[in-house]
């Protein structure tokens, strides 16, 4: 069969190199993909975002499975779009990706569902918002409601602070229309963690948890990121935790669409605040994430093609999903300046010879002179697997050494808060 990745990041790279496994497929196309990608699939220049690029690219390669990647096209109903045609697509339709798109649409179904998460208000006119914030004198997180490349969050510390948060988003709309409306929230304390799963609308078949590193800086300091890497499984989530996750959360998620008429297939993503009280949706991603795809995609030994079939089917209830042993890596490489403006073009090396059970997927690259540059925030996400976290943490930072271009920077710490759980875990096993 023929299959499209729609995207062009790390997210995407794991996703073709592991669909490229599949004994079923004979051709990947990836619009538009990158340098890396182009050493896998066939690489179309059409943009995420152009879906009647893609829809034609489709109709006239008769692509029999369509995989999209990012949430913008998701938001804008490609789904929609390709089932009208009468192809067949992995991802949710417009309706069920508002679950993303809109922050207050993911709000306001949690409310509806029960479904654990931080209480927030929601404002349309700057004023009352900093009005209450103001009210409420400590701190809170503020954010646009509509999609703003992951950037429409802001953890404030102080009613000032939230205040000109509201004044960038609502007043010099900085995000656009997706800043007409905003959340403001309790600011929960805890560990955070990214528990995905695959639905068909009616089964929900959860991933092994993973935890993403946000910051640019070790320790979790400096300004957010689209994330600096990723490992799973992530032992904050226990079984019992992943179990209460899966009833609480994802299928009353997936179950409450479905009871006001819409069928959610494709990857639920929660991000979540591990609290004192239990875990916490921060926010609802109809998508797989990144860097998470790309140690979860490195540890998944079933066909994903197979299972991504059955959720375009409707027929999940029964598969079981099959994991490597062990545990995997993914450390972020990124490009000088990011997540800020970067530099590009900056030459690539050490990409030749790497060691086994270590992949580098391709984010921001390019080809230039036969070269790989540098040519995005995020360049590479180098993911290892091992016998256990530890193991799979030393591989990738072997591998990480090995590979340099100017200006090069990345966190030292991935995977860190796993082994500070095993060391913890080992000391009350001990009081016992
Ligand atoms: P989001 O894009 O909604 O996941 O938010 C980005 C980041 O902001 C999260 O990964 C958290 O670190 C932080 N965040 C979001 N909501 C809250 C909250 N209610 N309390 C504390 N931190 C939050
Ligand atoms: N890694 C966070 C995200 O994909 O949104």
Same mark, same amino acid.
């Given at each position: 069969m023929k299959v499209l990745v729609v995207g062009g990041g790390g997210r995407e790279h794991a996703l073709v190199w592991k669909i490229a496994q599949s004994p079923?497929?004979?051709?990947?196309?990836?619009?538009?993909?990158?340098?890396?990608?182009?050493?896998?699939?066939?690489?179309?220049?059409?943009?995420?975002?152009?879906?009647?690029?893609?829809?034609a690219f489709a109709r006239a390669e008769a692509v029999d499975l369509t995989v999209v990647g990012p949430e913008a096209p998701l938001a804008a109903g490609i789904v929609d779009a390709f089932e009208a045609a009468g192809l067949r697509v992995f991802g949710p339709r417009r309706e069920a990706a508002r679950l993303e798109a809109s922050k207050v649409f993911a709000k306001e179904l949690m409310l509806r569902y029960g479904i654990p998460t931080a209480r927030a208000a929601v404002f349309d006119s700057?004023?009352?918002?900093? !009005?209450? #914030?103001?009210?409420? +004198?400590?701190?809170c997180v503020v954010k646009a409601d509509g999609l703003a490349a992951g950037k429409g969050v802001v953890v404030a510390d102080s009613p000032a602070e939230a205040e000109a948060a509201i004044a960038e988003i609502m007043e010099a709309k900085i995000f656009g229309p997706a800043g007409a409306r905003v959340l403001v929230e309790e600011r929960l304390s805890g560990e955070e963690a990214s528990v995905l799963a695959l639905t068909d609308g009616e089964?929900?078949?959860?991933?092994?948890?993973?935890?993403?590193?946000k910051p640019v800086f070790d320790g979790d300091r400096g300004p957010n990121t689209g994330g600096m890497g990723a490992y799973a499984p992530a032992p904050a989530v226990t079984p019992d935790l992943l179990r209460q996750i899966e009833s609480e959360i994802l299928t009353r998620a997936v179950r409450?669409?479905?009871? !006001?008429? #819409?069928?959610?297939? +494709?990857?639920?993503?929660?991000?979540?605040?591990?609290?004192?009280?239990?875990?916490r949706v921060l926010e609802f991603n109809v998508r797989f994430g990144d860097p998470e795809a790309q140690p979860l995609l490195y540890l998944l030994a079933s066909d994903l093609v197979?299972?991504?079939?059955?959720?375009v089917e409707e027929r999940l209830a029964g598969v079981r999903l099959a994991w490597h042993p062990g545990a995997a890596v993914c450390v972020?490489?990124?490009?000088?300046?990011?997540?800020?403006s970067c530099r590009k073009g900056d030459v690539i090396s050490g990409l030749e010879e790497l060691p086994p059970e270590v992949t580098v997927f391709h984010a921001g690259t390019a080809l230039a002179d036969g070269k790989f540059v540098t040519a995005g925030g995020r360049v590479l996400g180098v993911t290892a697997r091992g016998a256990d976290v530890r193991a799979a943490i030393e591989r990738a930072y072997a591998a990480v050494g090995q590979i340099s271009f100017a200006g090069m920077h990345y966190r030292r710490d991935i995977g860190q808060k796993a082994l500070k759980k095993e060391v913890r875990s080992q000391e009350s096993e001990g009081r016992r």
């Open positions: 079923r497929v004979k051709k990947i196309f990836c619009a538009p993909g990158n340098a890396g990608i182009a050493q896998q699939a066939a690489c179309v220049g059409i943009k995420a975002d152009d879906l009647d690029g893609l829809l700057p004023e009352t918002a900093k !009005e209450y #914030v103001r009210r409420c +004198g400590g701190p089964t929900v078949l959860p991933l092994l948890p993973a935890q993403d590193h409450g669409l479905k009871e !006001e008429g #819409v069928t959610y297939k +494709g990857v639920l993503y929660a991000g979540l605040m591990l609290t004192g009280e239990g875990p197979e299972t991504m079939e059955a959720v972020v490489l990124a490009a000088a300046g990011y997540p800020g």
